[in-house]
């Protein structure tokens, strides 16, 4: 299932960037059906009593494509596409007007959409943004279609294609009022004669027989997925089976459609070989799977003779490349070819590199090389260093700082109580890197972060979805201080909508972040102090419940929220957190 996002001018934070971990397909077969829907450029026969409206093709579309859940910013341009989508059942979700701009008639869409859509492509987010507009007359002049989406910012990086994409990206359908409405609305507003005796008159009779009712298939498209050859797996499997240090590095896209994040877990339990997790693959293997590595990952990548990314790309998060070893084989798997050859020739050189789907790929290597592991030396010497940071943490957590809480602390206790069938989204700067060395998810795809572009304040936005999605989980929101201000009026939605999620407010009084490399770089935290604010006092006026967090009483505050939860209310923690130098020299320009 998936769920799209729509707004007049904007506001879709709350579906842009989750469509991947929360089991999206690639929305291009949608789009694909969306275009088909559409009939022939021929005038024809106008019903002009007809109360239809090209809303109800919208929402039949997507009920085909199983869209539960519609998240909008609602405006006068997409109401046939709101009050079509009720009626059929799917279930319409409004944010407040407070996170987008105000329309305008250059500008149809908000800043906001634009970062999110941006967001949602570096996170290779299959999300949809549906976006009103001006009639085609008043914006063209004459009969003619508009295209399928503006020339502007959302063509940089939007895509619209009737044909299968090998990877997922954010797109823009744009659909004018004249398309939407009834045709006796249409006429109303752009003033036509009726019947139709002059020019402007047959135009608008034009453009509405273009949208004459004519039954059309709104099932989805079907998709392909590029694969590896035999030949990239069997080199692969040499490669790796003459390894003494080999590591498996799993990103984000290794989780997407079609294969189940169960089958892939089993693969890499197969394989044998130590493996990190990023991204949206967080969670992927369980907590106490002797293959699973969290810290120290630079030096066991300088260590390494042999790296498989599977997924992950050599961008920022690997210095561009610049961690492997002297002499090490990478094989690089990636559907998006540009991603899959990021950096390369510049700071390192893949031994294969394969433009397919990485989940299957790893899938293909597990059934060539069944039997295989990796060096138990080389396993357990990985296993002695993380566990040696995890003492590390532990240590540092029982120091306490000169007034409020150590963020150590909170987190291992919030690590104590996460159940099962929990969820978490993260949404902040230091608070949010400190809980990464904690926090360990569940299950596959119940971790939720920006991804590459990093964008602040997807926490509201990305929690709706996730408890939308899935009802059954404990959906946790961790927030800096900082990030918080982005969405903290989305309390007002999770109220009014019944949506009850749990945000943990870090709250340092800083972007600290921010301050981390720019007090010793340039000897000033200009910019960078906050307020130890009642950021809990808002969700309550907001009928949401707000709980303060000090030195004490950790884990009673904790299980209290998660109490409230459990009754239907969205809870806000303002945990009142003291310095700490545990990511001291971890940020970098």
């Given at each position: 299932m998936g769920h799209w996002g729509q707004g007049s001018t904007g506001g879709t934070l709350g579906t842009l960037?989750?469509?991947?971990?929360?089991?999206m397909g690639d929305t291009t077969g949608t789009l694909g059906t969306l275009g088909a829907l559409g009939t022939a450029g021929t005038l024809g026969q106008v019903d002009t009593a007809s109360p239809r409206h090209g809303g109800e093709l919208v929402a039949e579309v997507l009920r085909a494509?199983?869209?539960?859940?519609l998240f909008t910013l609602p405006g006068g341009h997409i109401s046939p596409v709101l009050v079509a989508c009720e009626k059929i059942g799917i279930?319409?979700?409004?944010?407040p007007a407070a996170s987008a701009s105000p329309p305008s008639p250059r500008a149809p869409v908000s800043p906001t959409a634009v970062t999110a859509v941006k967001n949602a492509q570096m996170a290779e987010s299959p999300c949809c943004l549906l976006g009103g507009a001006a009639a085609s007359l008043q914006k063209v002049g004459t009969s003619q279609n508009p295209k399928p989406f503006p020339n502007g910012v959302f063509g940089i990086f939007c895509r619209f294609s009737k044909l299968p994409m090998p990877f997922p990206s954010p797109v823009f359908v744009e659909?004018?009022?004249d398309v939407l409405y009834p045709f006796h609305v249409v006429q109303k507003e752009l003033g036509a004669p009726n019947p139709p005796g002059a020019v402007p008159g047959t135009i608008i009779y034009g453009i509405c027989s273009r949208a004459r009712w004519e039954l059309r298939d709104p099932t989805p498209l079907p998709l392909s997925v590029p694969k590896a050859t035999p030949e990239q797996v069997q080199l692969c499997s040499e490669l790796l089976s003459r390894a003494q240090r080999p590591l498996v590095l799993v990103g984000s896209q290794a989780l997407l459609p079609p294969t189940p994040a169960e089958e892939l877990r089993s693969a890499l339990l197969s394989l044998g070989v130590p493996c990190y997790l990023g991204g949206a693959a967080r969670g992927l293997l369980p907590p106490e799977c002797p293959l699973l590595l969290r810290h120290g990952r630079r030096e066991a990548l300088r260590q390494a003779d042999l790296v498989l990314l599977a997924g992950t790309v050599c961008d920022f998060r690997l210095s561009y490349g610049r961690l492997f070893g002297r002499g090490a084989a990478v094989v690089a798997v990636n559907r998006d070819r540009a991603q899959l050859l990021r950096n390369a020739d510049v700071f390192w050189k893949p031994r294969l590199a394969v433009q397919g789907d990485p989940a299957s790929f790893v899938l293909d290597l597990a059934r060539a090389l069944q039997g295989f592991a990796a060096p138990k030396e080389w396993l357990e010497r990985l296993r002695e260093s993380d566990s040696d940071r995890d003492r590390q943490i532990r240590a540092k957590a029982l120091v306490p700082p000169p007034c409020h809480l150590n963020p150590l602390l909170l987190l291992q206790a919030l690590e104590q109580l996460l159940p099962p069938q929990s969820l978490l989204v993260a949404d902040g700067g230091d608070f949010v890197g400190t809980a990464a060395y904690v926090l360990r998810p569940r299950r596959p795809l119940a971790w939720l972060d920006p991804g590459p572009f990093g964008t602040l304040g997807v926490g509201g936005g990305f929690a709706l979805g996730a408890k939308l999605c899935r009802p059954e989980a404990e959906v946790w929101v961790l927030y800096g201080d900082g990030s918080l201000g982005f969405s903290l009026m989305e309390f007002d939605t999770f109220v009014r909508h019944k949506v009850p999620v749990i945000a943990l407010v870090?709250?340092?009084a800083g972007?600290?972040?921010?301050?981390?490399?720019?007090?010793?770089?340039?000897g000033s935290a200009v910019g960078c102090r906050l307020s130890y604010s009642d950021y809990h006092?808002?969700?309550?006026?907001?009928?949401?419940r707000g709980f303060v967090l000090d030195s004490d009483r950790v884990l009673a505050v904790l299980r209290a929220a998660q109490a409230e939860c459990h009754q239907g209310h969205p809870v806000l923690v303002n945990a009142l957190l003291g310095p700490s130098d545990f990511r001291e020299g971890s940020v970098s320009v």
């Amino acid at each position: 299932m998936g769920h799209w996002g729509q707004g007049s001018t904007g506001g879709t934070l709350g579906t842009l960037g989750v469509g991947r971990t929360l089991g999206m397909g690639d929305t291009t077969g949608t789009l694909g059906t969306l275009g088909a829907l559409g009939t022939a450029g021929t005038l024809g026969q106008v019903d002009t009593a007809s109360p239809r409206h090209g809303g109800e093709l919208v929402a039949e579309v997507l009920r085909a494509h199983g869209v539960p859940v519609l998240f909008t910013l609602p405006g006068g341009h997409i109401s046939p596409v709101l009050v079509a989508c009720e009626k059929i059942g799917i279930r319409v979700v409004d944010t407040p007007a407070a996170s987008a701009s105000p329309p305008s008639p250059r500008a149809p869409v908000s800043p906001t959409a634009v970062t999110a859509v941006k967001n949602a492509q570096m996170a290779e987010s299959p999300c949809c943004l549906l976006g009103g507009a001006a009639a085609s007359l008043q914006k063209v002049g004459t009969s003619q279609n508009p295209k399928p989406f503006p020339n502007g910012v959302f063509g940089i990086f939007c895509r619209f294609s009737k044909l299968p994409m090998p990877f997922p990206s954010p797109v823009f359908v744009e659909l004018p009022i004249d398309v939407l409405y009834p045709f006796h609305v249409v006429q109303k507003e752009l003033g036509a004669p009726n019947p139709p005796g002059a020019v402007p008159g047959t135009i608008i009779y034009g453009i509405c027989s273009r949208a004459r009712w004519e039954l059309r298939d709104p099932t989805p498209l079907p998709l392909s997925v590029p694969k590896a050859t035999p030949e990239q797996v069997q080199l692969c499997s040499e490669l790796l089976s003459r390894a003494q240090r080999p590591l498996v590095l799993v990103g984000s896209q290794a989780l997407l459609p079609p294969t189940p994040a169960e089958e892939l877990r089993s693969a890499l339990l197969s394989l044998g070989v130590p493996c990190y997790l990023g991204g949206a693959a967080r969670g992927l293997l369980p907590p106490e799977c002797p293959l699973l590595l969290r810290h120290g990952r630079r030096e066991a990548l300088r260590q390494a003779d042999l790296v498989l990314l599977a997924g992950t790309v050599c961008d920022f998060r690997l210095s561009y490349g610049r961690l492997f070893g002297r002499g090490a084989a990478v094989v690089a798997v990636n559907r998006d070819r540009a991603q899959l050859l990021r950096n390369a020739d510049v700071f390192w050189k893949p031994r294969l590199a394969v433009q397919g789907d990485p989940a299957s790929f790893v899938l293909d290597l597990a059934r060539a090389l069944q039997g295989f592991a990796a060096p138990k030396e080389w396993l357990e010497r990985l296993r002695e260093s993380d566990s040696d940071r995890d003492r590390q943490i532990r240590a540092k957590a029982l120091v306490p700082p000169p007034c409020h809480l150590n963020p150590l602390l909170l987190l291992q206790a919030l690590e104590q109580l996460l159940p099962p069938q929990s969820l978490l989204v993260a949404d902040g700067g230091d608070f949010v890197g400190t809980a990464a060395y904690v926090l360990r998810p569940r299950r596959p795809l119940a971790w939720l972060d920006p991804g590459p572009f990093g964008t602040l304040g997807v926490g509201g936005g990305f929690a709706l979805g996730a408890k939308l999605c899935r009802p059954e989980a404990e959906v946790w929101v961790l927030y800096g201080d900082g990030s918080l201000g982005f969405s903290l009026m989305e309390f007002d939605t999770f109220v009014r909508h019944k949506v009850p999620v749990i945000a943990l407010v870090g709250n340092d009084a800083g972007w600290t972040q921010i301050s981390r490399e720019q007090l010793p770089l340039l000897g000033s935290a200009v910019g960078c102090r906050l307020s130890y604010s009642d950021y809990h006092a808002v969700a309550a006026a907001l009928g949401g419940r707000g709980f303060v967090l000090d030195s004490d009483r950790v884990l009673a505050v904790l299980r209290a929220a998660q109490a409230e939860c459990h009754q239907g209310h969205p809870v806000l923690v303002n945990a009142l957190l003291g310095p700490s130098d545990f990511r001291e020299g971890s940020v970098s320009v």
